[in-house]
């Protein structure tokens, strides 16, 4: 870990934060919490009220899928090759036309402020200053433009949308998003209503009802000219209007409603690129390039919406094999490390999605979540240098053994 000897190289040298965290220990300073997937969700538990925790830690019924996500991490496993020039390294990368420094994307994630008060300023900020992609929620407790100030002029954002009933509301908040700069619709279609959620019903955990009392929830409805001229009212003396009638409705949308939204996004956007969030299964995928997407993130939203399902990276590599040439293929739900990350990058992933990593840094204010990101690069760099994998292009199947018993899994491949 010489800070000199190392050749330039493409990206910054992310791993260098293993040792600057080494040496700050000779002089009394530890990093300010653990970021030991556990640990970091202890410390998380910590300091946020019982609420904040458990809307963070909630996952759909009893938790099978999140439990599945992670034990697909486990089955595939990665060849370490030895003597390979792994000095100069490069992660760089484009997703939807925008240049990243490396593969990795905050998951949009909703009502920020119930872990910090600055909310979704935080994770904008640190992304932008990264060089990472960021993607915001339409369920976000900051306003379109306030969260693109944060990220900052040209920093590569892309807009989540949940998708309501009222197509005026729906074309105002991508018209703000255009106007912001967010470059890429992601239109997230597992969530029309949200999943059974146990450890959420036992404490009444849903911070847009307490609105009224102050809680945070509606602001992405109240900074909306369109949804309050028409709403607004309403909002006044009913808290749920904005969450109940425009993002988890209930009223699943169908996919005769796809080439609308396409349509119109490309319109107001100058024809920016446009996908879908959720897909977990080879026929919807292919169902997303025939209605004309440019992209899906294949994800089963952390676990969090249909319990006892498949592992989402178990569903990678059909998916890529059945669409992976034709359109941009992201990937999240269950990434907790370096090594994952480099898993969905083999299994064709152009770029990976992170969730509850950065909220539980966040947790932990501006600094702690940078803690967070800086750790996750760290180890996803020290990861390639070691297995001996240098650049995103060698990062591929052969890259991986599915449990350690063939050299893939045969019906895969
Ligand atoms: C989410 N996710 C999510 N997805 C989305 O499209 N819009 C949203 O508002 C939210 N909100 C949200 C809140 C919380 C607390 C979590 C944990 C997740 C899903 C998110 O974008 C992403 O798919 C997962 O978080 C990725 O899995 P990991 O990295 O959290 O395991």
């Known amino acids: 870990m010489d800070p000199t000897n190392k050749p330039e190289q493409p990206h910054p040298h992310y791993s260098l934060y293993q040792r600057e965290c080494f040496m700050n ?172 959620r146990p450890t959420d019903v036992d404490i009444a955990n849903y911070t847009f009802y307490y609105a009224k009392a102050g809680a945070p929830g509606n602001e992405m409805g109240e900074s909306d000219p369109v949804f309050m001229r028409k709403y607004g009212d309403e909002l006044k003396k009913d808290p749920s209007v904005w969450i109940d009638k425009h993002v988890w409705h209930g009223k699943a949308h169908d996919w005769k409603k796809i080439p609308w939204l396409i349509e119109t996004w490309k319109k107001i956007s100058g024809g920016k690129p446009f996908a879908l969030k959720g897909i977990q299964c080879v026929e919807d995928a292919e169902m997303a390039v025939r209605v004309g997407c440019d992209g899906i993130v294949v994800s089963n939203h952390a676990g969090r919406q249909v319990d006892g399902a498949v592992g989402s990276l178990d569903q990678l590599p059909a998916i890529v094999d059945a669409v992976g040439d034709k359109v941009t293929v992201l990937f999240d739900s269950g990434i907790r490390g370096g090594a994952d990350a480099f898993k969905a990058l083999a299994l064709g992933a152009k770029a990976v999605l992170f969730g509850r990593l950065w909220v539980w840094g966040m947790s932990h204010g501006y600094e702690g979540c940078m803690h967070v990101v800086k750790s996750l690069l760290a180890d996803f760099d020290i990861t390639m240098t070691v297995a001996g994998y240098p650049t995103l292009a060698d990062i591929n199947r052969r890259a991986l053994q599915y449990k350690g018993a063939e050299r893939n899994r045969p019906s895969r491949l």
């Open 25 to 196: 220990g000779t002089i009394g300073q530890l990093p300010p919490f653990s970021v030991v997937p556990e640990k970091l969700q202890e410390s998380t538990q910590k300091v946020l009220t019982e609420k904040g925790y458990w809307y963070a830690a909630s996952n759909a019924g009893i938790g099978w899928t999140d439990k599945a996500n992670r034990e697909a991490f486990y089955d595939w496993r990665i060849i370490p090759r030895m003597l390979v020039d792994t000095n100069k390294r490069d992660m760089n990368v484009e997703v939807f036309g925008q240049k990243l420094k490396n593969p990795f994307i905050f998951a949009p994630i909703g009502i920020n402020k119930i872990y910090h008060p600055l909310g979704e300023l935080i994770p904008a900020r640190i992304a932008g200053e990264m060089g990472m992609g960021y993607m915001l929620s339409t369920a976000a407790s900051q306003s379109i433009e306030d969260v693109a100030d944060a990220n900052g002029e040209g920093s590569p954002r892309f807009f989540q949308l949940y998708m309501g009933h009222d197509d005026d509301v729906t074309i105002s908040l991508l018209e703000r998003a255009h106007k912001a700069g967010f470059t890429a619709c992601i239109l997230t279609v597992d969530t029309w209503q949200l999943a059974w």
